[in-house]
């Protein structure tokens, strides 16, 4: 088991581009999964490359149980790499497939076929050894890619986005399948780099969420770095609200009236609105932003929470629940409302949600979040 601590880690492709990774600090503890996540060109598969020794650092430190690793070579590292493509040896079985990494370092062949055979175990492939990839389905070789990477002991494994090939029956396998591996074989840290939420969510101990685009530059690349509960319970920033969760959260610009220690008062489209959040910071007629994710929506005249009027866009019924996306002034967002089961409301129907305090995110004009005064489940 390698704690791995990133510190200052930069990466810079030539003079004079931007830095595609900026300023990242990290630190994911003996056998935790962490999972980087992030919109398209944040810089998560670079920065997982880094770790790797695929790619160089521009600046910065990275250890890996202590040891610096700037300057090592991948095999030096402990580390084994899962990528998207599953990079099978067309020629060669499953079994050579898997051993073949331990041959190459001229491990004898007692040695390879245990290890070999023990990994088939954990990942149900014994009955298929001796078949070549092309007789196999995408999930049976991903998880031989999977294979050959436990064959090799290491301190640290790498996935970069390895069920993107795969179609969404097989993903929601894989993933259980590569969650049960963490658990069997906790001693060993794993990263994880996806764009997708539910993997994210469902996965980790940790997530890295990185930004791209300027706000990358200007405030680093990590945008929040905690559990998955962490982030979507306590967002630290506008991106992080409303990059995490699906539907993302609902998000309505505002002017703040007052704050007290416990809550403050922002009027959103002409309603003032109680939220459970020290806002003290502000100034009475600062811009700020209230958030409150769909399924924290209540709706009906009475009730808890301020009152705000809307008209029924559009529905979508998903069977188990339904999304009511809602007209909240002209020209605003939609907001949407997540309800269970089997909504019958018609279009144009008026709907007025209740907005509770205790469900209140705000941010200020830099979208920065202001600490909330009453806590979620972590």
Same mark, same amino acid.
């Given at each position: 088991?390698?704690?791995?601590?990133?510190?200052?880690? !930069?990466?810079?492709?030539?003079?004079?581009?931007?830095?595609?990774?900026?300023?990242?600090?990290?630190?994911?503890?003996?056998?935790?999964?962490?999972?980087?996540?992030?919109?398209?060109?944040?810089?998560?598969?670079?920065?997982?490359?880094?770790?790797?020794?695929?790619?160089?650092?521009?600046?910065?430190?990275?250890?890996?149980?202590?040891?610096?690793?700037?300057?090592?070579?991948?095999?030096?590292?402990?580390?084994?790499?899962?990528?998207?493509?599953?990079?099978?040896?067309?020629?060669?079985?499953?079994?050579?497939?898997?051993?073949?990494?331990?041959?190459?370092?001229?491990?004898?062949?007692?040695?390879?076929?245990?290890?070999?055979?023990?990994?088939?175990?954990? #990942?149900?492939?014994?009955?298929?050894?001796?078949?070549?990839?092309?007789?196999?389905?995408?999930?049976?070789?991903?998880?031989?890619?999977?294979?050959?990477?436990?064959?090799?002991?290491?301190?640290?494994?790498?996935?970069?986005?390895?069920?993107?090939?795969?179609?969404?029956?097989?993903?929601?396998?894989?993933?259980?399948?590569?969650?049960?591996?963490?658990?069997?074989?906790?001693?060993? !840290?794993?990263?994880?780099?996806?764009?997708?939420?539910?993997?994210?969510?469902?996965?980790?101990?940790?997530?890295?969420?990185?930004?791209?685009?300027?706000?990358?530059?200007?405030?680093?690349?990590?945008?929040?770095?905690?559990?998955?509960?962490?982030?979507?319970?306590?967002?630290?920033?506008?991106?992080?609200?409303?990059?995490?969760?699906?539907?993302?959260?609902?998000?309505?610009?505002?002017?703040?009236?007052?704050?007290?220690?416990?809550?403050?008062?922002?009027?959103?489209?002409?309603?003032?609105?109680?939220?459970?959040?020290?806002?003290?910071?502000?100034?009475?007629?600062?811009?700020?932003?209230?958030?409150?994710?769909?399924?924290? #929506? #209540?709706?009906?005249?009475?009730?808890?929470?301020?009152?705000?009027?809307?008209?029924?866009?559009?529905?979508?019924?998903?069977?188990?629940?339904?999304?009511?996306?809602?007209?909240?002034?002209?020209?605003?967002?939609?907001?949407? #409302?997540?309800?269970?089961?089997?909504?019958?409301?018609?279009?144009?129907?008026?709907?007025?949600?209740?907005?509770?305090?205790?469900?209140?995110?705000?941010?200020?004009?830099?979208?920065?979040?202001?600490?909330?005064?009453?806590?979620?489940?972590?």
């Amino acid at each position: 088991m390698s704690r791995i601590e990133l510190k200052n880690i !930069s990466k810079r492709y030539a003079p004079g581009l931007p830095l595609t990774i900026n300023d990242a600090n990290l630190t994911i503890e003996k056998g935790e999964f962490c999972v980087f996540v992030g919109p398209s060109g944040c810089g998560k598969s670079t920065l997982l490359r880094m770790v790797a020794g695929l790619e160089t650092i521009s600046s910065g430190e990275l250890t890996i149980g202590d040891k610096r690793m700037n300057d090592l070579p991948p095999a030096k590292r402990g580390v084994a790499m899962v990528f998207q493509s599953y990079a099978l040896y067309p020629h060669m079985t499953v079994e050579e497939n898997m051993g073949f990494g331990l041959r190459v370092m001229g491990s004898n062949k007692s040695e390879i076929d245990k290890k070999v055979k023990h990994a088939a175990e954990i #990942l149900q492939l014994t009955p298929l050894l001796d078949r070549l990839p092309k007789a196999l389905s995408g999930g049976q070789r991903q998880r031989v890619a999977i294979g050959r990477a436990i064959v090799k002991e290491p301190d640290v494994f790498l996935f970069d986005e390895p069920l993107s090939n795969l179609d969404a029956a097989l993903r929601v396998q894989t993933r259980l399948e590569i969650a049960k591996l963490h658990h069997d074989i906790g001693r060993s !840290s794993m990263i994880y780099v996806t764009h997708d939420q539910v993997e994210a969510m469902t996965l980790a101990d940790k997530i890295v969420l990185l930004r791209a685009g300027k706000a990358a530059q200007d405030d680093g690349s990590v945008a929040q770095f905690g559990s998955p509960m962490d982030l979507y319970h306590r967002p630290q920033n506008l991106f992080v609200a409303e990059f995490i969760g699906s539907p993302k959260m609902n998000v309505m610009p505002g002017r703040l009236v007052s704050a007290e220690a416990d809550y403050a008062v922002v009027n959103v489209h002409g309603v003032d609105v109680k939220a459970a959040v020290d806002a003290r910071a502000a100034r009475p007629g600062d811009t700020v932003s209230l958030g409150i994710r769909p399924e924290h #929506l #209540l709706c009906g005249d009475s009730g808890e929470g301020a009152a705000l009027p809307t008209t029924l866009h559009q529905m979508e019924r998903l069977g188990n629940e339904s999304l009511l996306y809602l007209n909240v002034a002209p020209g605003a967002p939609l907001a949407t #409302l997540r309800l269970e089961g089997h909504a019958t409301s018609a279009e144009g129907a008026k709907i007025t949600l209740r907005l509770r305090p205790d469900h209140c995110h705000l941010f200020d004009a830099k979208g920065q979040a202001f600490r909330r005064t009453v806590d979620l489940p972590a």
